[in-house]
């Protein structure tokens, strides 16, 4: 008799007493007993148990599938929280301007094959105006994020709320919203910069990488030349004051602290 599965072509029943597996009849062929005094009539068994666990596996996978739609949607629901923007009451939140102090005689490091040199030790606490990341430009292996930064009169939401702030290609561009700025172009250029941030180590890269735009931050480091085949390919700028292609600051970023001040809206 070929049996497949759970399926027999004659109907076989097994002897409640004695166990034996034999086909359709009235009494037992090992024990004698007879079934229907027993008034019980088992169901048909296979001659060979079916592997199990095809369920298990089954609900296994539908957790699997079920936990990762759980973790893409956290992920983009962070994703979305973080790309907020932080607002917060009108009022000037960083009142201190940048610190530096130029290095007379520099001791330069490599950092992939290229050669940084410290220009001044700087830092700074300002707001975060926006932000940029690169990936396949020629300085992105260096300096994957740039940062528009803001104090004094451009850590102001009121400010803020009346000018548009963009990045790109290395460049920083602030216009107003209105036909007029709330202030004018030069206070507004001189209390804010565009810088290319060089993280000092993967630690520094995660942090900024976390920066909100609206974030307030302190940094600390060195603003640097980056010389490559013996040629400059960076220079920064040493003053807040300049404008135009050159203006940036080149910043070594070696220390982030975020800072919670002002109310936030």
């Known amino acids: 008799m070929k049996r497949s599965g759970y399926t027999c072509r004659k109907l076989m029943i097994r002897c409640p007493k004695c166990g034996f597996e034999q086909n359709e009849s009235g009494e037992c062929a090992r ?39 759980v ?26 301007e940048p610190q530096q102090l130029i290095i007379s005689n520099p001791v330069p490091w490599v950092k992939n094959k290229r050669v940084i040199v410290p220009l001044a030790r700087f830092s700074l606490k300002a707001r975060v105006l926006s932000k940029e990341k690169y990936r396949f430009d020629h300085g992105a292996d260096i300096s994957p994020i ?6 004094g009169p451009m850590s102001d939401q009121k400010v803020l709320d009346q000018l548009e702030i963009a990045q790109g290609d290395r460049f920083f561009v602030i216009a107003p919203v209105k036909e007029k700025p709330p202030l004018p172009m030069s206070v507004l250029l001189a209390n804010s910069s565009n810088m290319h941030i060089l993280p000092a180590n993967a630690g520094i890269e995660k942090s900024l990488a976390l920066l909100r735009i609206g974030e307030l931050v302190e940094l600390g480091g060195y603003l640097v030349g980056v010389r490559e085949n013996g040629q400059w390919t960076w220079v920064s700028s040493l003053s807040r004051l300049d404008t135009g292609d050159g203006a940036c600051e080149i910043f070594w970023v070696e220390r982030v602290e975020f800072l919670a001040s002002g109310k936030r809206l």
């Open 31 to 69: 024990c004698g007993v007879i079934f229907a005094k027993l008034q019980m009539y088992p169901p048909c068994y296979p001659a060979v148990k079916p592997v199990s666990g095809g369920r298990a596996r089954e609900d296994w996978v539908k957790y699997a599938v079920l936990f990762a739609l």
């Open 146 to 151: 740039d940062l528009a930064l803001g104090w």
């Open 71 to 96: 973790l893409v949607l956290g992920l983009v629901l962070r994703r979305g929280w973080m790309g907020r923007d932080l607002r917060y009451t009108p009022g000037v939140l960083v009142n201190s």
